[in-house]
T-cell receptor, first 116, second 111 residues
Framework: DAGVIQSPRHEVTEMGQEVTLRCKPI?????LFWYRQTMMRGLELLIY????????DSGMPEDRFSAKMPNASFSTLKIQPSEPRDSAVYFC??????????????FGPGTRLLVL | GQSLEQPSEVTAVEGAIVQINCTYQ??????LSWYQQHDGGAPTFLSY????GLEETGRFSSFLSRSDSYGYLLLQELQMKDSASYFC????????????FGTGTRLQVFP
């Protein structure tokens, strides 16, 4: 398997523009996670899905952020309108299971977003 | 809620042994995970401890003491390529089971 795939790898945009980040999880994985990483705040979970259903979106910073998972092989994270403080690395991760025995989350390469 | 504490930075020389500690506060606990992240890269899973004791995987070992809410990652025979950030993480059972990451420990290995 190719692993978790994210696109674009880099995005530079101007304040106020819409940004759409894309993720293809590993085939067969039931869980998909969106994280944001900054120097100030570290690695934060934004939202996660189980079988395409959002389970916890409490980490989504505000209404400008939205995420969808229309099918098991695709998810998007959208920021509209974007602001300079949204500049960060956005990671998508997937996992096969989340039992008591533990889980392994597989991270994509990330999208480096810069909002000017 | 959950909180995790790690040292911000550790330095060591090639061939040495280094221990990265993690203390956590949690209202519910499954186990402690460790992830490695090289500069510009993505986090990569290293290990998971659900029970007390030491888990060994090659040069890396991870330890957990549930009674002390404490764990550590032990890296032996350090190599330059081990220079990276290391994150401990726990599942927040009180908050929809999401994974909470520590702030990370930056390890620098010198020749």
């Amino acid at each position: 398997d190719a692993g978790v795939i994210q696109s674009p790898r880099h995005e530079v945009t101007e304040m106020g523009q819409e940004v759409t980040l894309r993720c293809k999880p590993i085939s067969g994985h039931d869980y998909l996670f969106w994280y944001r990483q900054t120097m100030m705040r570290g690695l934060e979970l934004l939202i996660y899905f189980n079988n395409n259903v959002p389970i916890d979106d409490s980490g989504m910073p505000e209404d400008r952020f939205s995420a969808k998972m229309p099918n098991a092989s695709f998810s998007t994270l959208k920021i509209q309108p974007s602001e300079p403080r949204d500049s960060a690395v956005y990671f998508c991760a997937s996992s096969f299971e989340r039992g008591v025995a533990g889980e392994t989350q597989y991270f994509g390469p990330g999208t480096r977003l810069l909002v000017l | 809620g959950q909180s995790l504490e790690q040292p911000s930075e550790v330095t060591a020389v090639e061939g040495a042994i280094v221990q990265i500690n993690c203390t956590y506060q949690t209202s519910g606990f499954y186990g402690l995970s460790w992830y490695q992240q090289h500069d510009g890269g993505a986090p990569t899973f290293l290990s998971y401890n659900a029970l007390d004791g030491l888990e060994e995987t090659g040069r890396f070992s991870s330890f957990l003491s549930r009674s002390d809410s404490y764990g550590y990652l032990l890296l032996q025979e350090l190599q330059m390529k081990d220079s990276a950030s290391y994150f401990c993480a726990v599942r927040d059972r009180s908050g929809n089971d999401k994974l909470i990451f520590g702030t990370g420990t930056r390890l620098q290995v010198f020749p």
